[in-house]
């Protein structure tokens, strides 16, 4: 939800805990849809399996930052730059480099 969205909810009338709650519950549903997929034929077409998906959700929800070495070292990428690139330009994750 954007700011002007939010505004305009609460000058209707919506709680600020409904209209946090409904944003949530939006963006929840965002990412099973472009993450995971809604149907068989669309996790077919996924560039990175549910499992790759899974684990960078869960490393994520632990920390805000996981190095990108570790990701793709370890299982299920096993050195599978392309799923991580993916995930990458569809916004669900953000790929940056520390100098």
Do not use: C
């Amino acid at each position: 939800m954007s700011h002007s969205q939010l505004i305009r909810k609460l000058r209707g009338g919506t709680s600020v805990e409904e209209a946090v709650e409904e944003s949530i519950t939006n963006g929840m549903s965002e990412l099973r849809k472009n993450v995971f997929a809604d149907d068989a034929d669309d996790v077919k077409s996924l560039p990175w399996t549910k499992e790759q998906a899974w684990v960078v959700l869960h490393a994520l929800a632990k920390r805000d930052e996981v190095p990108y070495h570790d990701m793709l070292v370890d299982f299920p990428f096993k050195g599978d730059e392309a799923a991580l690139r993916s995930m990458e330009q569809t916004d669900f994750i953000a790929i940056g480099t520390v100098n």
